[in-house]
């Protein structure tokens, strides 16, 4: 069982708005920033939001990120098809004295 | 181009040993702590071990029990995990992983992953 828990799946059509939540704990989340990434089929996953909602170079606007308390959510905005993907939430956990992950949700895009 | 390149996974039996290695190009590997990762089909993404840079401290997974040992060259841009007493829940694809350095210690560059098989 994964420390951070996700939805196993989410689903919307084009265009649509989709979020996905993760939920923690005062050891990880309730105390450090949570970063998600998204991993497509047979690749390795690739940094999509870091610092709870900043987003690296490349990646498009529509991917926004949020935080409150001991749970996190992933908003995907204009959802697209190429947008089908598992997404990971992550953060460190103070207590373990390293990162904690969700155990992925699966976006499919109708 | 900034990349992780592993190698050193394959198929060993229970109770062995086996030495996975991460070679870094593309970016100043010295200045930065790295991780490794691994992913199972069952259990999802799993850290494993951070070295900092300069080799200052390490870090393990509580559920690793001491058997793993991290370790890197920085001259040679290199970046390793021996792994010993390797049991079937050591099977996954292990991912050498950057971390960007940032509060969050977010991985901002993975590697393509090797696979370790652990079977009799």
């Known amino acids: 069982q994964s420390v951070l828990t996700q939805p196993p799946s989410a689903s919307g059509t084009p265009g649509q708005r989709v979020t996905i939540s993760c939920s923690g704990s005062?050891?990880?989340?309730?105390?450090?920033?949570v970063n998600w990434y998204q991993q497509f089929p047979g690749t390795a996953p690739k940094l999509l939001i870091y610092?709870?909602?900043q987003r690296p170079s490349g990646v498009p606007a529509r991917f926004s990120g949020s935080k409150s308390g001991t749970s996190a959510s992933l908003a995907i905005s204009g959802l697209q098809s190429e947008d089908e993907a598992v997404y990971y939430c992550?953060?460190?956990?103070?207590?373990?004295?390293?990162?904690?992950f969700g155990g992925g949700t699966q976006l499919t895009v109708l | 181009e900034e990349q992780l390149v592993e190698s050193g996974g394959g198929l060993v039996k229970p109770g062995g040993s086996l030495r996975l290695s991460c070679e870094v190009s593309?970016?100043?590997?010295?200045?930065?702590?790295m991780h490794w990762v691994r992913q199972t089909p069952g259990k999802g993404l799993e850290w494993v071990s951070l070295i900092t840079s300069g080799s200052r401290n390490t870090y393990y997974a509580v559920s690793l029990r001491g058997r793993f040992t991290i370790s890197r060259d920085d001259a040679k841009n290199s970046l390793s995990l021996q792994m010993n007493s390797l049991s079937a829940d050591d099977t996954a694809v292990y991912y050498c992983?950057?971390?960007?350095?940032?509060?969050?210690?977010?991985?901002?560059?993975w590697g393509q992953g090797t696979m370790v098989t652990v079977s009799s």
């Open positions: 992983v950057r971390d960007q350095g940032d509060p969050s210690r977010s991985f901002d560059l």
């Open positions: 610092g709870n909602h």
């Open positions: 593309g970016f100043p590997f010295s200045y930065y702590s």
């Open positions: 992550a953060a460190w956990d103070d207590s373990l004295n390293g990162p904690v």
């Open positions: 005062s050891s990880n989340i309730g105390s450090d920033a």
